[in-house]
């Protein structure tokens, strides 16, 4: 409980120490100052309101809709204010410059703060109101309906060597579920219906079933057990399914008295479970009339993950060398850069997901942008470097902060052909 208390006492530090130094300057405004016990309770009720939404996300459970709500609050606040803040400083950068520039022009004319001065400054503040509503009302618009706007995306997959009996094949790919943050039990069966009415051969899952408990999939096992192809369901492991992250995490409420090793092992069990063939550093064939290609899948590996499982070597050790096509199954997609370009070229396409496109940015069949871009390479779509492809998959539930906005969930669908 002591490392969980003491990480929420610097979140409170960041966000208190935000809420003072907005606070002194908002107090300055005439309209403020018209209301001032009006405008004071209003401020400080919402910021101690997100800080209690923080302790009772942290330290209790709740369903998962109310612990969105507990997480959407307190962080779309913060980003608001970050830029308030911001024009707060645009602000004393103004004055501070105006009177140097006073200083300079007529050394006994110090500007003091006249009615010009505090209109402009006013002005630079009420904007930064202005443009911090916009991200909240997208924020909003993020959490209320696009988190279940699931976007079928489709992807030819050119591989000349691919056997005659795989061409026109497809492949359904899901990503990241993360079954602990889903809430809306009528939007994910659609979902599932919807990649289930293109009517694929195969179907990947590239991790992150759960966000740390096998227990947070019991709502949903008849919903993804729907999922079948004629050729399988081929799944593995994500980084958060081992439980690494928060999974000894202190609830007032609640003690659980399961350990990190029996959690994964019930969460391998799930795949079973919803008959899902759950690849573990190990490959398969998928043969068609006597022809074949291989499937690869490793457990997590990141380039810059402390916990990596996967064992690209163990997993490629069986493999045919006679295999014409190989698939691999990553959940990260740095471990393409890592080790599958320098070391196996015989790997023809890697399916990862992990990224979620950072659920905010900006995306069209041209051009796309995300903050997550300055973290990984490769965060989302379709990446070639000579024969070799990778695809990542944004995600189809989402982590932590409810919301996205521009990278919506996607279902991604893969038609096989050997040539354009």
Request: aromatic share 14%; net charge neutral.
């Amino acid at each position: 409980m002591i490392p969980q208390l003491y990480t929420y006492l610097k979140i409170i530090f960041i966000f208190l120490l935000f809420d003072i130094l907005i606070y002194l300057r908002l107090r300055r405004l005439a309209v403020w100052k018209s209301q001032p016990l009006t405008a004071n309770v209003i401020w400080w009720l919402l910021s101690i309101f997100s800080y209690a939404c923080i302790f009772l996300n942290l330290f209790f459970e709740w369903s998962n809709f109310i612990a969105a709500c507990f997480m959407f609050f307190p962080i779309s606040l913060l980003l608001a204010k970050t830029i308030l803040l911001f024009s707060i400083g645009v602000d004393i950068l103004s004055i501070f410059f105006r009177n140097i520039g006073g200083r300079l022009t007529n050394n006994n004319i110090i500007p003091d703060a006249n009615k010009k001065t505090i209109g402009r400054s006013d002005f630079i503040i009420k904007s930064g109101l202005l443009l911090s509503s916009i991200p909240l009302v997208a924020l909003t618009r993020g959490f209320i309906s696009n988190l279940y706007d699931y976007q079928i995306k489709q992807v030819n997959l050119i591989l000349p060597d691919l056997p005659k009996s795989f061409e026109g094949k497809i492949i359904a790919q899901l990503s990241d579920i993360h079954a602990g943050s889903l809430y809306n039990l009528n939007a994910v069966k659609k979902g599932i219906n919807l990649l289930l009415s293109q009517k694929p051969d195969i179907i990947f899952f590239t991790g992150d079933l759960v966000n740390d408990f096998a227990n947070e999939m019991d709502d949903y096992l008849s919903i993804f057990g729907k999922l079948t192809a004629p050729l399988g369901v081929f799944s593995i492991l994500g980084n958060h399914d081992y439980g690494d992250y928060h999974f000894n995490r202190f609830h007032f409420n609640n003690e659980r008295k399961l350990t990190k090793q029996q959690n994964l092992s019930n969460v391998k069990d799930i795949h079973r479970k919803l008959g899902w063939q759950l690849l573990l550093n190990e490959s398969k064939e998928i043969v068609v009339n006597n022809e074949k290609i291989t499937l690869v899948g490793v457990e997590n590996w990141g380039a810059n993950n402390p916990h990596n499982y996967g064992d690209l070597d163990l997993a490629m050790s069986k493999v045919d060398p006679s295999s014409p096509i190989n698939f691999l199954l990553s959940h990260d997609p740095s471990h393409w850069r890592a080790e599958v370009l320098p070391k196996y070229p015989m790997i023809d396409v890697t399916f990862s997901g992990h990224t979620h496109g950072g659920q905010f940015g900006f995306s069209n069949p041209d051009y796309q942008w995300s903050p997550i871009k300055y973290a990984y390479r490769e965060w989302a779509g379709l990446y070639q470097e000579k024969h070799q492809s990778l695809y990542v998959n944004v995600g189809f539930g989402y982590l932590d902060y409810p919301s996205r906005v521009g990278i919506l969930p996607e279902i991604t669908i893969f038609h096989l052909k050997s040539k354009v």
